[in-house]
Every structure is written in structure tokens, then in C-alpha cells.
């Protein structure tokens, strides 16, 4: 008999499905918990809130009433019906509940739409600093992700004159991430206007407008691109509940686009997966129509982090930070310290500056090299206070000690 090796089976596709050097951080900062070393751990993007009692009472009434069942593709109408009210009086985006295709979250939703509307050789123009997902599943697709860099001096964000002349006859998709993981960068109306006339100058070019962090603001107005004039047939607008409701493990995003895109989505979820968990839903429209006190208290502690991360970020030498308008992420620029050493010890890139400071001082974070730009790390700050304190004392120390 011949001797068998599975993975000899395994195709590049598999390689590629990786979020890489978030897994690879968070996972060391636990096996080193494991081991009893005190560690910080600044990586994942997930609330340290609980969900709020309003939204999990509602969960356990919708079980309770038997909708434990499979529920349609699209979503249950009740909740279809409630995000298009609240994406026309929050975002003036007029989509009617068919317009509206209810996922897994809002990484399937990303998925769906992507699958949907990109093939072989299509061109994805990504923004960096950007979420490592959308490249992968833009590879998935087929598609070539065409990527432009900004960096802290452009606030993160990318020229609306620099995506025109990226623009090719293959382009298919820019994808946008407003307000912005890794950095917090939020576009302000003006820019949005620049960039929608650079998309309505072309007969093929649509945007993917991810918002789910648009309840994470500190400041400044929440835009959606697809509000804009002309844009709504350009625009597949993009969000979930995982962050500002606190939601992480529900999964449940969702997707707005004109209807044969919208069909299309729901086709390919159809094929990949399901229809999102039925009491979820329930749960959904319960966060949606009900009071907004805890969302409210969970931005203002959000707001008093990010207000403790920046103050100790700017007494490091050689570290720069632009403001954070949103999120709970800072994405400090570190090239001024690549090239340093601490001892013998040479950190000539990202990877090797967040090993070192997890390994010797405790605290985890993510290098840049996941979002497209490898001269930065991203920090967490879903986490408490004390934690925060206790991560910049270390980081401040650590790095002020390289050579």
C-alpha cells in the first residue's frame, strides 16, 4: 500500500486563509498566561463589555417562544424591516428590507459581497493601513489586490487624487473602512465627496463601505458613503453588531446594496452557509429599537482609554501617533525605532519589536505587517484601565531603553 500524506492534498488557497500575526500574538500571549507570566495582551479587537441585559433577555424570550429554527437566507423580514429604518434615519441610506441580506457576521457579509462581484482578474483597491480580511478574501475571489499606502502623515487616509490614478480598466471594487481598524481614521464628508466623484467618473468601480465601528466615535460626524449623491447604486454598505453592542460571539452583520447584488449575496450565503441563528435576529431588533444608555457608557470608557493609550504612546522617542478619532485601536508608527537593539538583540522589523516586547516585558501587540503597513503596530484598547496603565508603563520603559 502507499504511504498516504493528507497534506499533500492541501491547496495555496488553505495557506493563505490565515489572520497570521493576530492569531500568532494572541495565542503566545496566552501560552506565556499559561505559564504564569504576567502578560497584557493589547491584540484582539473584541469588547471587554458584556452584551447588554436588554439584548440578552430578548435572546432568551425568542428561544423561549420556539424560534430555534432555521430562519431564511436573507434574515427574518422583522429585522430586515428594522435595519432599513435604522440605516434611512442614522445613515440616510435608503434601502428597503430586500436591499438587506442578514450574515454571520459582518466578516461573511464582507465575504458575500466580495465572492459576489469579484472574479479572475478583477482588481480590489485597498486602502492601507487595512483589516487583513479583505485581502484574503479578495484573493479567494480571484481577484488583484491593488494596494495604496498612508501613512500617519496623511492621517491613514489615502488621497482621493492618488485612488483616480490607480484606477484601471480591471478595477472592480474599493474597498473602504470608515471609521478605520487598525488606525481609527474616520473620512470626513468632504473627503467622501472627493472620492465619490473619483467612482462616478467610471462605469464599473463600486465601493465596500465597512462601518461597523460607527458607534465608536469620540468626535466628528459619522458618514456613509452611500449617502452620498449618486452613490447609493455605487455602494454596498457594510456593518454588524459585534462591536458596538458588544455582540463579538452572536455573529450576526449585515449587508445593504442595490437588489441584484443583494440577491447575489444571499445566493452565495445561501451555497456557503445559512440563514444567521433566528433568536439572534430577535435579539437584533431588540438592540436596534431599544435604549442606547449602554452603548453610550461602553463609548465613553472607550473614549477615556483611547485618552490614557495617546498620552503614554507620546512620551515614547521615536514612536509617532496621530489623533484617535474612533475605535479602540491606535496603530503607533515604530519605524523610527527598527534598527535599534535591545542588548545584542537587533529589531529590525515589527515582527520582531512585538516578540520582544511580549516575550521580555509582557505586552502583546500586533504587527503591522497584518494590515498592509509594516512600519506600524496595532494596540487593543478594549480592555480596562488597569491594563492599559500597567501596558504603557511597561511599553514606555521597554522602548525607551533600546540603543
Not at 449602554?294 to 483611547?306: A, F, G, I, P, T
Not at 503614554?312 to 478619532?325: A, F, Q, S, V
Request: proline letters at 5%; aromatic letters at 6%; a neutral charge.
Amino acid at each position: 500500500m502507499q504511504q498516504f500524506d493528507p497534506a499533500s492534498l492541501l491547496v495555496s488557497r488553505s495557506q493563505s486563509a490565515d489572520e497570521g500575526p493576530i492569531i500568532r500574538m494572541s495565542q503566545r500571549a496566552r501560552e506565556l498566561r499559561a505559564g504564569g507570566m504576567d502578560v497584557v495582551s493589547l491584540t484582539l479587537g473584541e469588547p471587554d463589555f458584556d452584551t447588554p441585559e436588554n439584548i440578552q433577555a430578548a435572546a432568551t424570550a425568542a428561544m423561549k417562544a420556539g424560534f430555534t429554527h432555521y430562519s431564511p437566507v436573507m434574515g427574518i423580514p422583522e429585522l430586515r424591516t428594522a435595519l432599513s429604518a435604522k440605516l434611512r434615519a442614522e445613515n440616510g441610506l435608503d434601502y428597503g428590507p430586500n436591499d438587506i441580506c442578514v450574515a454571520n457576521g459582518a466578516k461573511q457579509a464582507i465575504a458575500n459581497a466580495i465572492l459576489s462581484i469579484v472574479g479572475e482578474g478583477d482588481e480590489v483597491i485597498m486602502l492601507a493601513p487595512f483589516w487583513v480580511s479583505y485581502e484574503i478574501t479578495v484573493r479567494f475571489a480571484g481577484g488583484t489586490p491593488k494596494v495604496l499606502h498612508a501613512g500617519v502623515d496623511e492621517n491613514y487616509k489615502v488621497p482621493a487624487r492618488r485612488i483616480a490614478a490607480a484606477i484601471t480598466p480591471r478595477t472592480k471594487l474599493i474597498v473602504l473602512n470608515s471609521p478605520s481598524n487598525p488606525t481609527g481614521a474616520v473620512w470626513t464628508r468632504d473627503e467622501l465627496m472627493e472620492l465619490a466623484g473619483v467612482v462616478k467618473a467610471h462605469a464599473n468601480v463600486m465601493v465596500l463601505s465597512d462601518e461597523i465601528y460607527e458607534y465608536i466615535m469620540f468626535g466628528g460626524e459619522m458618514v456613509s458613503i452611500g449617502s452620498l449623491p449618486g452613490m447609493r447604486e455605487r455602494t454596498i454598505t457594510v456593518n454588524g453588531f459585534s462591536k458596538g453592542f458588544a455582540m463579538t460571539g452572536w455573529r450576526l452583520g449585515y449587508a445593504a446594496a442595490p437588489a441584484p447584488i443583494a440577491k447575489a449575496m444571499s445566493r452565495m450565503q445561501s451555497a456557503l452557509t445559512a440563514g444567521a441563528n433566528q433568536f439572534v435576529q430577535r435579539a437584533a431588533i431588540a438592540a436596534l429599537e431599544g435604549p442606547r444608555d449602554e452603548v453610550e457608557r461602553m463609548r465613553l470608557e472607550y473614549q477615556k482609554r483611547r485618552d490614557m493609550v495617546l498620552k503614554g504612546l507620546r512620551t515614547i522617542p521615536g514612536l509617532r501617533i496621530g489623533d484617535i478619532p474612533a475605535t479602540f485601536y491606535a496603530f503607533p508608527d515604530v519605524s523610527g525605532l527598527l534598527g535599534r537593539k535591545a542588548g545584542n538583540h537587533l529589531l529590525d522589523t515589527t515582527d520582531a519589536l512585538c516578540d520582544w516586547l511580549l516575550e521580555q516585558h509582557g505586552v502583546a501587540t500586533v504587527p503591522g505587517t497584518a494590515f498592509g503597513a509594516p512600519g506600524s503596530i496595532r494596540l487593543s484598547f478594549a480592555c480596562s484601565e488597569a491594563e492599559i496603565a500597567k501596558a504603557m508603563e511597561r511599553m514606555q520603559r521597554a522602548l525607551g531603553s533600546l540603543i
